[in-house]
């Protein structure tokens, strides 16, 4: 459990995932954010009262920013901002996704150049602390002028209006913060533009990717390493001399955690046992080896594929991070200065480009398990497994020929690839002209994130079809011949999958190795394991 405390410049990526899964136990906003949000919003009223135009604040939004209103009337523009972006559309986002963005939030406005009253931070803090997670549906942002139409359903419920869920009921947001004795936020001027004119929705999700990407490239390690043993691979592929000379670290480590999971395999063997395994040329001119000594792509190259999610993940974070302890709405105010400052903040570039990013290393990943899975379920290549993986049986026993082992999920394995892939085309490029042209070039970030959390998900279901083929692989061989890793991995798995000795339904299997992947635990058994 953990207490956090946000000023606007020091939030972690890890912080935020703990506070999506309810993991802390209180947020809080430091002395000096508070401080620094009171000068802004004191420096705000003072500008208010010269009368001189402030976009937003007492101008009209977007293309409308050459109608200026009087201060009497900044308040109610404030109200009637939320109310008509409350168009969304599409599913509801999940309860995890919503609190992030709870927290994102919070920490953009508390870094104290929005000028907001500060019972908007503290409304948001406690809607995250009560749990009460206002209903968003997830279509409608174009990732500039910020995440408007979602975070007007977050704006909207922190003024008592709207729908919320709160221990495991929709409900009224009025009622509900009734109950808790919340009082609902009383916008002012320039409040409801800060709380919508950012990219904390975007950023919401892409944090969250990044923590399940992550979970996939150590996934895609246990995978290689299970296919190089069921195919009778070759471990020397994964050297470390080979891949320092190729000094990516990403690919070092990934090379370095299928060589330590296989370290000690009598099924995935030593490039000099691989090359012992066949005869002796003798003085012959030719000879066909018995045993190849290099392995097929999507198993030598592996490392190649999944270094390449993991280096991405270094830089994704440290955009992620700039972006989370980012003033990303506008106008901003520098009191120090007296001073406003129109700009672009609220334009989710870095996102846009990380997230398409990420989901094409993240549908490499899946296209490399299906690979793998096709040379372990084909008699073709599987170097003398039986076909589609069927428990052996004697051509004379009655039961010949019925079975079709993993036939089926390797097709299935197939669609979710090609699904994962399909939506790996990248949203940047779909920039649309919008708001009468004022907002003529668009990042389209959220679209960008929402797609690269399908993408995962598609990618966590081809890694659990694949896990469980390729332990069906390694029983046929022999699990006392795998080395000790990875027959901890193997019997990690066994606790939820048996072994298939006849056809038989896999849809319950493959999501309860799902499960294994999307908490966390199998990750964390190979890391524990090679650490």
Not at 380 to 394: C, E, M, Y
Request: proline letters at 3%.
């Amino acid at each position: 459990m953990t207490d956090i405390a946000i000023d606007g410049h020091d939030l972690d990526i890890e912080e935020v995932v703990t506070a999506a899964y309810r993991d802390s136990t209180a947020v809080s906003v430091s002395e000096d954010a508070m401080k620094a949000m009171t000068a802004s919003r004191d420096f705000k009223l003072m500008i208010l009262e010269t009368g001189k135009p402030i976009y937003g604040v007492t101008t009209g939004f977007g293309d409308s920013v050459n109608r200026q209103i009087s201060p009497e009337k900044t308040a109610r523009l404030q109200h009637e901002l939320i109310r008509y972006h409350l168009n969304g559309t599409g599913p509801l986002t999940s309860d995890e996704v919503v609190r992030a963005t709870l927290l994102i939030r919070a920490n953009c406005l508390a870094r104290g150049n929005s000028g907001v009253s500060t019972p908007v931070v503290e409304r948001l803090l406690d809607f995250l602390r009560f749990d009460v997670l206002p209903l968003i549906p997830e279509r409608g942002s174009v990732g500039a002028s910020g995440d408007l139409v979602p975070l007007c359903y977050l704006a909207s419920a922190v003024m008592g209006e709207g729908s919320v869920r709160y221990r495991g009921e929709v409900r009224d947001a009025a009622e509900v913060m009734s109950e808790l004795r919340l009082d609902p936020v009383v916008l002012e001027a320039k409040d409801g533009l800060a709380l919508i004119n950012g990219t904390s929705f975007s950023a919401a999700f892409a944090v969250l990717n990044v923590q399940a990407a992550a979970e996939i490239a150590d996934v895609a390690d246990i995978c290689t390493a299970l296919a190089s043993e069921g195919t009778l691979g070759n471990r020397g592929h994964y050297a470390p001399f080979i891949h320092n000379e190729k000094p990516h670290d990403g690919q070092r480590r990934s090379a370095r955690r299928i060589h330590d999971l296989l370290d000690g395999s009598n099924l995935a063997m030593s490039y000099d046992q691989v090359v012992d395994l066949n005869e002796p040329l003798d003085g012959r001119h030719y000879q066909k080896l018995t045993r190849s000594i290099q392995d097929r792509y999507s198993l030598r190259c592996a490392p190649h594929v999944t270094g390449v999610l993991g280096d991405m993940l270094s830089w994704v974070r440290a955009w992620l991070r700039v972006e989370i302890n980012s003033s990303s709405d506008n106008p901003l105010f520098d009191p120090a200065t007296n001073s406003v400052f129109s700009g672009g903040n609220f334009y989710g570039g870095h996102i846009v480009t990380a997230m398409d990013a990420l989901k094409t290393a993240v549908a490499g990943i899946a296209d490399l398990l299906d690979r793998q899975l096709a040379l372990l379920v084909d008699e073709k290549f599987n170097n003398g497994l039986t076909p589609n993986l069927i428990a052996r049986v004697a051509d004379e026993d009655r039961e010949a020929g019925l079975q079709h082992g993993f036939k089926g999920m390797q097709i299935a394995c197939s669609a979710l690839t090609a699904e994962a892939l399909k939506n790996a085309g990248p949203a940047s490029t779909f920039s649309r002209s919008t708001e009468a042209h004022n907002q003529d070039k668009v990042s389209m970030s959220t679209i960008a994130a929402r797609d690269a959390r399908t993408v995962i998900e598609l990618t966590r279901e081809v890694a659990a079809i694949h896990l469980i083929a390729a332990c069906q692989a390694v029983e046929l061989r022999g699990a006392d011949q795998m080395s000790p890793r990875t027959r901890a991995v193997y019997e990690r798995i066994r606790e939820k999958v048996p072994f298939a000795s006849t056809d038989r339904r896999f849809d319950g299997d493959i999501a309860a190795v799902v499960e294994l992947i999307s908490s966390g635990a199998l990750g964390e058994t190979a890391r524990t394991l090679t650490h």
